[in-house]
């Protein structure tokens, strides 16, 4: 296969670096820009060639801020990433696997605010994740999830975006309803809806999973979304036990065109060490772009 050639940013694949994917929401490059404003976020991930800036937390800020963050991003040519569908003290309600009326109409009602949030952003993406009723079976939960999902789907369509299911391991957040990566791509195989696909988060599955190659193989059908984190801590690619030379190989490879979202922290908190991921991140973006001898 002929290797990918560098993009017009100089890069090989289309990243993202975030503004802040968990509280306390600290944007991944807050000592390099010298401040936590998003629009100055947005300005440096032009400055670096970015493709994109992730803009997880958007339904919990200010509708003013998310209005100036897709001004800033659309002013500069960047592509908004992934929206979280619901606000972080929400992420542990049971609705999708809840069969009535009032968990329907919540769904609804989150959906289509995550909808606005998204328009101002200029994101096409919303990411989708959903708790466990530990007192009722996974499996009934999942068909009834993926139900929810085909009438989302609908209202996602109608306005030109995708619903992306993502599993989260336990580690990170217990007792959610989707914990492993085959686990999320069959529910959404079931949603059979083509507004509706998966993110590929290379932490929650190396720690569920394992086997990275393997199961971003099994689900590629489906994979709409990349974001990189190392195991353990959710870290930088490289301070870990992830190989990310081979995954971004396959990404590059593959001409995935995606978004590739930088959704970790740092080893080393700090300019130095934000300085050096980045530095990382660009020798790993361009072996995996190189010839298989070179």
């Not at 979304?225 to 593959?254: K, M, T, Y």
Request: proline share 6%; net charge negative.
């Amino acid at each position: 296969m002929t290797p990918p050639s560098r993009g017009e940013r100089g890069w090989a694949l289309r990243y993202a670096p975030h503004l802040g994917y968990r509280p306390p929401f600290q944007p991944l490059f807050a000592h390099a820009v010298g401040s936590d404003d998003p629009v100055a976020q947005v300005e440096f991930a032009a400055d670096q060639g970015f493709a994109g800036v992730q803009y997880a937390a958007a339904r919990s800020r200010p509708v003013s801020e998310q209005s100036r963050v897709g001004e800033a991003l659309a002013r500069h040519g960047l592509e908004a990433g992934c929206v979280l569908y619901t606000g972080f003290d929400q992420l542990r309600n049971t609705s999708w696997g809840v069969e009535s009326d009032d968990a329907r109409s919540w769904i609804t009602s989150e959906v289509r605010a995550a909808i606005d949030a998204a328009k101002r952003v200029g994101a096409r993406r919303i990411a989708v994740v959903a708790a466990a009723d530990p007192q009722k079976p996974n499996a009934l939960q999942r068909v009834i999830m993926a139900s929810h999902l085909r009438f989302a789907g609908d209202l996602a369509a109608m306005a030109d975006m995708t619903l992306c299911v993502e599993a989260l391991s336990r580690t990170s957040i217990p007792n959610m309803l989707l914990q492993r990566i085959l686990d999320a791509h069959a529910v959404v195989r079931s949603a059979n809806h083509p507004a509706v696909r998966l993110i590929f988060d290379t932490s929650h599955v190396q720690i569920m999973d394992g086997n990275l190659l393997f199961h971003l193989e099994q689900t590629w059908d489906l994979v709409e979304v990349v974001q990189l984190a190392d195991n353990p801590g959710r870290l930088e690619p490289g301070s870990g036990e992830i190989n990310f030379e081979s995954v971004l190989r396959v990404l590059a490879n593959r001409g995935y065109a995606g978004l590739v979202e930088l959704e970790h922290g740092w080893s080393v908190p700090g300019l130095a060490g934000e300085r050096r991921g980045l530095e990382n991140l660009r020798r790993l973006d361009a072996a995996a772009a190189a010839p298989p001898n070179a």
